[in-house]
Nanobody, 132 residues
């Protein structure tokens, strides 16, 4: 079975940086993609970034974080990191890591990679707060 465990949440000043970590266990066949999602009170869930664990290290980003956040995978394919730079109040939310098996039949688009319905296994969530 697939297990997802998150760590690294916390509170930082606006303009600061924070790194989240997602440890994923289970057969790679069942978890070829990992993504980060976030949800703030009163707002809908938003896909933040995603990375392919199998094959080439394809990455996908929401426009709101592109250029500020970097998602990467470890060499062992068991850990995914999300480096968050220049954080602001709009980044304050609960962040959840998710793993899934995405179809490669027609290629994976950014919309698909950042769609929560594409993922089957979810972590417990971790809070990120950026204060001014």
């Amino acid at each position: 079975q697939v297990e997802v465990v998150e760590s690294g949440g916390g509170s930082v000043q606006a303009g600061g940086s924070l790194t989240l970590s997602c440890a994923v266990s289970g057969y790679l066949y069942n978890r070829n993609y990992v993504a980060w999602f976030r949800q703030a009170p009163g707002k809908q869930r938003e896909g933040v970034a995603a990375v392919a664990l199998s094959g080439r290290e394809f990455t996908y980003y929401a426009d709101s974080v592109k250029g500020r956040f970097t998602i990467s995978r470890d060499n062992d394919k068991n850990t995914v990191s999300l480096q968050m730079n220049r954080l602001n109040s709009d980044d304050t939310a609960e962040y959840c890591c998710a793993a899934g098996k995405l179809s490669l039949f027609a290629g994976v688009t950014t919309k698909q990679a950042l769609d929560p319905s594409s993922y089957q296994f979810w972590g417990q969530g971790t809070q990120v707060t950026a204060s001014s």
